[in-house]
């Protein structure tokens, strides 16, 4: 029977963490999300393993009926540990700040310098579950108007920098700047940004942009994809890409996320699509977290609009980089991090889906809740 005490303790140990991760929940039905609810979760699970450790150790060496009753424990809380463990793996992959600094702290310190930068090839960042968690960093304020209104500029297949500019952002000012222009040999108006992402998504290898088109001359690969969409397709091809050798020269900028591969599977008896995009080159302390909250609004429009479920984003980077003029602010992301109170952010897009995917568009809202960052952290364009 000496067991029995170890038994007795680890359970009160067990009592004590449950109490304090109820405290703990109070706070995530406030919309508030509390990092120590993972670390609560963790110790529960290791007291959890060690009572069954315990009581197996028990049931072995003692006859029935006790070591039967204490078998049907050791059970139960087993699964109670399974299942704790994986709420921990799935808090901790749902941060994406954690997921992004992660990162960002790989490249820092196994990283290679390359040109004015420090290169990482070959990097994969995830966030899981885009309607219940929307991934927008929280370390600092992210420019999400920015974000909605360049997704809203390539959906519609423009290349007027001036349309982007009348809503206030001015992302792609540098790019379209006739210095620019001149340096690197683009021939093109003061305005123009050339074929780039957009016109590639709705009229690959066209010409004609900037309206809508009942039928664009081209390839409309979007539209494609969202028909086998909103149709609940299993397609393995719903592929759109941006990288167009024989346009390339034209466009001001080479696309850096070069294609998005929707996946579409059935879930739960539910048909859900996810979302992998390639990208060949990443900005890690400045694009990154734009690229991020781009791809979960994309993902999440085109699933809203087909009237199913969205899944997860996961972004594969071909060259992760930081700038070394970016150095000199990692400190502040640094201190950010560990001042972070985090809430759980979630994102809704609205819009008129009785019509054409073109006039969704053309109605399309966004609201973000519970994203109250104000800490701003600065970083310059490299071009």
């Known amino acids: 029977m000496n067991y029995i005490p170890n038994i007795i303790d680890n359970l009160e140990h067990i009592s004590c963490n449950l109490k304090a991760l109820a405290s703990h929940v109070q706070d995530v039905n406030s919309d508030t999300y ?10 529960i699970a290791s007291e959890l393993n060690n009572t069954v450790t315990t009581i197996q150790d028990f049931t072995l060496t003692n006859p029935e009926p006790l070591a039967n009753e204490l078998l049907k424990l050791s059970t139960s809380i087993g699964q109670l540990s399974s299942t704790f463990s ?25 990283g290679y310098d390359i040109d004015n930068t420090r290169m990482l090839p070959m990097q994969i960042i995830r966030a899981n579950n ?16 920015g974000v909605w209104e360049e997704l809203l500029f390539f959906l519609h297949g423009y290349r007027d920098v001036r349309i982007l500019q009348s809503k206030g952002v001015h992302i792609w000012d540098a790019n379209a700047d006739p210095e620019y222009k001149k340096l690197h040999n683009k021939h093109l108006e003061d305005y123009d940004l050339g074929p780039v992402y957009g016109c590639q998504w709705r009229n690959f290898n066209g010409q004609q942009c900037d309206y809508h088109h009942t039928n664009w001359p081209h390839c409309d690969q979007l539209q494609d994809i969202v028909n086998n969409i909103k149709n609940h397709s299993l397609s393995r091809r719903l592929f759109m890409s941006a990288w167009n050798p024989q346009q390339l020269d034209e466009m001001v900028l080479p696309p850096c996320h070069v294609s998005y591969h929707f996946i579409p599977y059935i879930k739960n008896n539910v ?17 990154l977290p734009f690229n991020i909250a781009s791809s979960s609004f994309l993902l999440l429009l085109v699933c809203t609009y087909c009237g199913v479920s969205a899944g997860d984003v996961c972004i594969c980077i071909g060259n992760a980089h930081i700038y070394k003029e970016h150095f000199k602010s990692l400190d502040k992301v640094k201190e950010a991090t560990n001042n972070i109170k985090y809430t759980n952010v979630t994102a809704t ?32 364009l490299v071009v």
């Not at 609205?350 to 568009?361: H, L, V």
């Open 130 to 145: 885009i309607p219940k968690s929307f991934p927008v960093v929280q370390h600092k304020k992210l420019f999400v108007k």
């Open 271 to 287: 048909y859900t699509v996810d979302l992998m995009v390639y990208q060949r080159s990443a900005d890690v302390m400045l694009g």
């Open 34 to 43: 509390d990092n120590d609810i993972c670390s609560d979760l963790s110790s």
């Open 349 to 380: 897009v609205t819009g008129d889906i009785s019509g054409s995917f073109d006039q969704f568009i053309d109605s399309v809202k966004y609201q973000l809740h519970n994203y109250n960052v104000t800490n701003t952290i600065k970083f310059d």
């Open 86 to 110: 994986n709420i921990v793996t799935e808090c901790s992959d749902n941060n994406i700040d954690t997921n992004y600094l992660s990162l960002v702290n790989n490249i820092v310190n196994n």
